[in-house]
């Protein structure tokens, strides 16, 4: 039977590179994220492939992420794969000057947003006894760096919870593992800046940033190994990126 995935934050970047690459191996997806015609978009693209159905909602609001997932059609009920990716940085500066609005956006997005989710998705894998679960975590979850603050701390409760969910699922034959990018060239800077092309852009200057696309293909490899395998947590990064603050750059 074809397995079915359920993908936050499929309309960009690492979410939908992941659609693409999962669509090419006959995974039936579940493509979420908020903005309803990059849904459609992508859903008339892979519906060539494979099964698809779109979910458009606000990881925040908690009412929404459980009504729109108890709406599934029952062809699309059984969730095997959650691949917990929707979440951004919003600002980056020092926590003094911090703005509150950034702050309360990536706690509510990038930690409350996955844990509604997941307890929306949860209680199936649970009673099925199967399920495969991928936190997109960061780099910025293993380690802070200046300026990072509240960003670093929510990908650091991913860590935490990718942990705790592996330990408390265990019993079910439920896996669970985390994906750590490094620097990934998406729209993710040009969230974090508010749009301002030339920050977002010298995030990436002189150095060759990874691809959505090879996010994609390792959470490809993680959710095609034998089910005995539990690739439980991964880091990637560009071969210029040694560390959050260690970058090799051409100038
Ligand atoms: P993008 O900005 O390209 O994509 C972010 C995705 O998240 C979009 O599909 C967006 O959809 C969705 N999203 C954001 N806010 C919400 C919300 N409130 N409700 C529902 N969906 C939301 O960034 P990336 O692809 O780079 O980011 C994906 C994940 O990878 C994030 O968790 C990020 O922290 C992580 N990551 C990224 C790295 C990078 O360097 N790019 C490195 C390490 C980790 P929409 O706006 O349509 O709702
Ligand atoms: C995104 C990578 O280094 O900008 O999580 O925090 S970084």
């Not at 908690?62 to 599934?72: D, G, N, Q, R, Y």
């Not at 301002?196 to 060759?208: F, H, I, P």
Request: net charge neutral.
């Amino acid at each position: 039977m074809l397995k079915t995935a359920l993908i936050t934050g499929a309309t960009s970047g690492i979410g939908r590179a992941t659609a693409r690459a999962l669509a090419q191996k006959q995974f039936k997806l579940i493509l979420c994220g908020r903005r309803e015609d990059r849904l459609a978009e992508l859903q008339n693209e892979l519906s060539q492939q494979t099964q698809v159905h779109t979910l458009a909602f606000d990881v925040r609001d908690k009412a929404a992420v459980f009504a729109t997932i108890e709406s599934l059609p029952q062809n699309f009920k059984d969730i095997d794969i959650l691949v917990n990716n929707a979440g951004n940085a919003h600002g980056l500066g020092p926590i003094q000057s911090g703005d509150v609005d950034d702050w309360e956006a990536m706690i509510d997005i990038n930690l409350k947003g996955l844990l509604y989710v997941s307890k929306a998705v949860i209680p199936g894998m649970v009673e099925r006894k199967s399920g495969h679960i991928i936190n997109i975590g960061s780099i910025a979850g293993k380690e802070v760096y200046p300026n990072g603050n509240v960003y670093c701390a929510s990908k650091f409760a991913v860590d935490a919870l990718n942990q705790s969910m592996r330990m408390d699922l265990n019993p079910f034959g439920i896996r669970v593992g985390a994906i750590n990018p490094g620097m990934v060239e998406t729209e993710f800077s040009q969230v974090r800046f508010k749009g301002d092309t030339e920050r977002a852009a010298n995030v990436y200057k002189g150095l060759e940033p990874l691809k959505p696309e090879d996010i994609a293909d390792v959470i490809v490899f993680v959710v095609t190994r034998p089910y005995h395998v539990n690739i439980a947590d991964l880091m990637i990064l560009p071969t210029a990126q040694a560390s959050a603050t260690i970058v090799k750059r051409e100038v």
